[in-house]
């Protein structure tokens, strides 16, 4: 899908804990560093559907499993991928795409490290139901 | 100590699930992106001593409990920060401190939002037992 890269992440195992790759400022799919922010989602809650029109996000799953659905609404395409540490890659959403995640673990977690800093006036929201799913 | 910022952070509470603040490009202690990545570490063990000569971290522990020591070797002065979800705060660190860091809880995860790049060059490393700290 257009203006969605997804991307394979190192995970370096270590006998004291582990070190989880998320992001380098030279990676495909960075486009600046406005703010960085985790959220939760409980298991079969889902957030969204919210758009963008400036921000890139680029989200990292390190806590449970979530489902994210991504929606083009110029050519009518829905993306879905499955994050998790053991599907451990980035998910880079450009602007002026859906989006709508769905928490699958117990405990879920993203870190989405953002292109600009949070702005209301550059996002744009419709409820789960205003965009014909099957979750 | 100089060279060290506690900022208390953010967490928007919601039914589906929270919003934790991390970092802003326009926060107190933000030196640049280079990279963020994430460290976990298991109950008990230390990781650590390392000193950066360039790069500045910023941590946050979204996950279980963390205790960070640092250690000005100039002015031989110790400061200990514990941090978690119920003392969700930022430590910035500036360059040429030491840090150590030992996990509390059961599972503990930190996120480092850090200035510049992983370069080996730029980090020395001692044993634990090279810097006599109590823990």
Chains 1, 2 share one sequence.
Do not use: C
Not at 14 to 25: C, E
Not at 36 to 64: C, R
Not at 91 to 107: C, E, H, Q, S
């Amino acid at each position: 899908m257009d203006g969605v890269i997804l991307t394979s992440l190192k995970q370096i195992h270590n006998q004291k804990g582990d070190v989880f790759h998320a992001m380098k400022k030279s990676d495909n799919g960075f486009d600046g560093f406005g703010e960085a922010y985790f959220s939760t989602i409980n298991k079969n809650d889902i957030k969204g559907w919210k758009k963008h029109t400036e921000m890139t996000l680029n989200l990292v799953v390190p806590v449970g499993e979530i489902e994210f659905v991504i929606f083009d609404d110029v050519v009518n395409d829905f993306l879905n991928v499955r994050l998790s540490q053991n599907n451990y890659h980035r998910l880079t959403v450009r602007p002026n795409l859906w989006m709508a995640f769905k928490g699958i673990g117990d405990n879920n977690m993203l870190l989405n490290i953002a292109s600009i800093e949070h702005d209301p006036k550059e996002s744009v929201n419709l409820e789960l139901d205003e965009i014909a799913y099957e979750w």
